[in-house]
């Protein structure tokens, strides 16, 4: 059976012109139909024009007036922290005050102190914490959003943190693509054993994340005084081999050479049973994006 929706009558439907990321004075290559309608069967655009039948073959409750406004795709925002507990206020006077982002974290602050409160969180508390932020960027047109674990750092709290973002999948209509960032700093249980916090990540939690399809991306924070590019050439490496397509935090704050990592690590697996964009099994959520692979910093 085929599933129809009809959006008429739109003053405007707004298109970016070409199939490639349009960047600079591109983005203004656009293509404008005015007063007209948009014809989708099963999820896809089938026609854009003005046919008098439409109206008689989509029923009347799947059928959208957008007449006066402009129809245009949905936002993708590529990059959020989106689960986490607490707020740091006084982190913005300490910033206003000259103090760096490393400096904050050396006292206690930045990640550590989201962590703190993520840990303690409920499940349900962050839920309803996120779906706020949900609500206004839907608002505001953005349909798909890429959410990262990495304020909880021990097993139970990564993993609530992805299970938080199934859940929202479930609970409303923007799409989540999850991703993995335990390595987003080392907790204090592992204070100056980095190492060993990356060693308890591949075999005390990846492997359960991968099991259960809670992430379809593996991210570090590859930085002075947090990875080192040889740590995270060793996690992503890893993670390739699980299934995890990869993104990489890179020289945000100091240049270590974490763009050169991010390009040197072939981008694209090989066979395997793995999960993932080769077998198809490995997406975790509802997604229907075109598949890629590149890397986000
Ligand atoms: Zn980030």
Request: a neutral charge; hydrophobic letters at 35%; charged letters at 30%.
């Amino acid at each position: 059976m085929v599933d129809r929706l009809l959006i008429k009558n739109a003053a405007q439907i707004v298109t970016p012109e070409g199939k490639s990321a349009r960047h600079g004075r591109e983005m203004k290559q656009l293509k404008i139909y005015e007063n007209q309608s948009i014809l989708i069967e099963n999820g896809k655009i089938r026609s854009i024009g003005n046919q008098p039948d439409w109206e008689k073959l989509v029923p009347a409750d799947k059928q959208i007036d957008a007449s006066g406004k402009a129809v245009l795709p949905g936002f993708v925002d590529s990059h959020t922290h989106l689960v986490f507990g607490g707020y740091r206020p006084d982190e913005f006077l300490w910033r206003m005050g000259g103090m760096s982002y490393m400096e904050i974290m050396e006292r206690g602050g930045g990640i550590l102190n989201t962590m703190k409160a993520t840990r303690e969180a409920s499940r349900e508390g962050l839920v309803d914490h996120s779906m706020d932020f949900l609500k206004k960027m839907l608002a505001m047109g953005v349909t798909t959003v890429e959410a990262k674990s990495g304020y909880g750092q021990d097993h139970d709290t990564e993993i609530k943190q992805m299970e938080v973002v199934r859940d929202l999948n479930e609970k409303q209509p923007i799409e989540l693509v999850s991703t993995f960032l335990g390595a987003h700093a080392v907790p204090p249980e592992y204070k100056d054993r980095g190492d060993d916090f990356i060693e308890f990540l591949l075999k005390d939690v990846m492997p359960e994340v991968a099991e259960k399809h809670l992430a379809e991306f593996c991210d570090v924070f590859c930085e002075k005084g947090v990875f080192s590019i040889e740590q995270s050439r060793h996690l992503l490496t890893e993670a390739r081999k699980m299934g995890f397509k990869l993104k990489i935090h890179a020289d945000e704050i100091v240049s270590l050479g974490g763009a050169e990592l991010a390009g040197g690590i072939p981008k694209r697996r090989g066979g395997g049973g793995g999960r993932g964009e080769d077998s198809g099994g490995g997406r975790s959520i509802k997604t229907k994006k075109k598949k890629d692979n590149r890397w986000v910093t």
